[in-house]
């Protein structure tokens, strides 16, 4: 057997890249977009974004879509929406980025963390029923990495309580839950399209529903300028300033690469699945590599936003992950250990007063009455998974050729794995990380040439 590329060997993956890994690709279309509002300059209007609004709730299937220079504005816009406000508890996975549900202490609200299921990784609907109390206004289910969340038993547990739900799809842009697509499942859905996602268009979020209410209540909150849309006499006497304090208007250089965007999304998204199902096909046969994707042929993870998979040290001779980690990237692939960290593990939501209230934050707006300790459980499920995840290379392209070199760099080192055990020092705590993780990955990000057309 050949020796691995960490212990002296040839690297596995020889081909450059060449635009395996592009992302977003810019056209020749999206440039002339940008650059005909950059012209004319209307980069503060709203007339593109009103059309891009437009063209994306016709697609999706949605009455309303609202546009906004972040995800984060567009789900904080979404809470309001549903009426989340002070001494209210929402649901969420802990298992997920920051913005899934941290934007609710602005509006006086406690976030309230359920675990999530080992093979979706997204909020397990088993854990929900007994987290929800008086107080409980909301739950969210984020459907991470793509892989969409069991949206059916979570209705039904929040019909039996009235409560709606939050759809975060930042990781899923034209994914599929039983044949229908994500967004489309609940009351509300927010998107982040900024450009590490897999519906990228420089910074921006949307906002799409069915219920005019909860459009309006958004608008009223953050989009001061369209009055105009707020019918409802409850909240016109009110329109004319933005009732949050907030201003939610996109960038108009986002939405114009977002119209373009929405032309070429579903056929990038129909090559990415292609490409890493193929991957994923090679790398199941592997010992100790569980792929992240559905068993359900119904469901599919639209753009693959952080692809992911578990790793089991186990049947691979208690080989850190860490190490695991380093011979595969020696051998030229990607392999970066850790997923996000849950939430709950940082001290934000258990002792940070943010806004002076003499007590932490989570705890500011519930009666003084409540158990704490409640709110601060253990997740046992997500703390034992976070740290035996790590991400794949993320294929933009089906090239069999040069994918194939990074499933010989998998299969290689998992034949050769004992020769890794000697001086495996085991996994530190470095595995994830809040949001730092993210910030690792995007310097490994190649630099987009200009005026590429792929
Ligand atoms: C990126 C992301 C957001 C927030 O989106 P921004 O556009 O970065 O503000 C929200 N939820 C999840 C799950 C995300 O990954």
């Not at 675990?115 to 007994?130: A, F, G, N, W």
């Not at 989570?362 to 300790?373: E, M």
Request: aromatic share 10%; hydrophobic share 35%.
């Amino acid at each position: 057997m050949k020796k691995l590329a960490l212990l002296g060997g040839k690297k596995s993956v020889q081909h450059d890249p060449g635009n395996l890994f592009r992302w977003p690709i810019v056209t020749p279309e999206h440039e002339e977009a940008v650059l005909d509002v950059l012209r004319t300059g209307r980069m503060s209007g709203i007339d593109v974004s009103k059309k891009f609004e437009a063209e994306y709730a016709q697609q999706l299937g949605r009455s309303f879509a609202l546009t906004y220079p972040s995800g984060t504005s567009a789900i904080l816009g979404g809470f309001y929406g549903l009426g989340v406000g002070v001494g209210h508890e929402v649901i969420a996975p802990s298992l997920t980025y920051w913005a899934s549900v941290l934007q609710v202490y602005s509006l006086g609200a406690t976030p309230v963390f359920a675990e999530v299921d080992s093979e979706t990784l997204c909020i397990d609907p088993r854990d929900v029923e007994q987290l929800i109390t008086e107080r409980t206004r909301a739950i969210v289910a984020v459907h991470y990495t793509g892989m969409p969340a069991d949206i059916d038993a979570l209705k039904k547990i929040a019909d039996r309580h009235n409560l709606p739900i939050l759809e975060d799809c930042s990781h899923a842009h034209g994914a599929l839950y039983k044949g229908r697509p994500v967004g489309t499942l609940t009351q509300v859905a927010g998107f982040s399209l900024m450009s590490g996602k897999s519906f990228a268009i420089g910074e921006g979020g949307m906002l799409f529903t069915d219920d005019r209410k909860i459009y309006e209540r958004a608008i009223l909150f953050g989009h001061y300028i369209r009055d105009n849309e707020i019918l409802d006499p409850d909240l016109q006497p009110f329109s004319g300033l933005p009732a949050g304090g907030y201003k939610h208007r996109m960038h108009q250089l986002s939405s114009a690469f977002g119209r373009v965007q929405l032309k070429y999304y579903p056929d990038q998204m129909r090559e990415i699945d292609r490409a890493m199902n193929y991957f994923c096909d090679a790398l199941e046969e592997l010992a100790g590599i569980y792929p992240i994707r559905p068993r359900d042929t119904q469901n599919t993870k639209g753009g693959w936003y952080l692809p992911l998979c578990r790793y089991e040290k186990s049947e691979l001779g208690g080989l850190s992950l860490q190490r695991f980690a380093h011979a595969i990237q020696a051998e030229g692939s990607v392999c970066h250990p850790g997923a996000n960290t849950p939430m709950h593990l940082h001290p934000l939501f258990s002792e940070m007063d943010v806004y002076g209230h003499g007590k932490p934050t989570r705890f500011a707006h519930l009666p003084d009455t409540v158990d704490r300790s409640l709110y601060l459980r253990p997740l046992p499920v997500t703390e034992g998974l976070y740290q035996k995840l790590f991400q794949i290379p993320w294929f933009k392209q089906f090239d069999a050729k040069k994918i194939d070199e990074h499933i010989a760099a998998y299969h290689r080192v998992v034949a050769d794995y004992k020769s890794l055990l000697p001086g495996d020092d085991g996994d530190d705590s470095r595995i994830g990380g809040f949001s730092s993780f993210f910030r690792e990955q995007q310097t490994k990000v190649r630099p987009h040439a200009p005026g590429a057309a792929n």
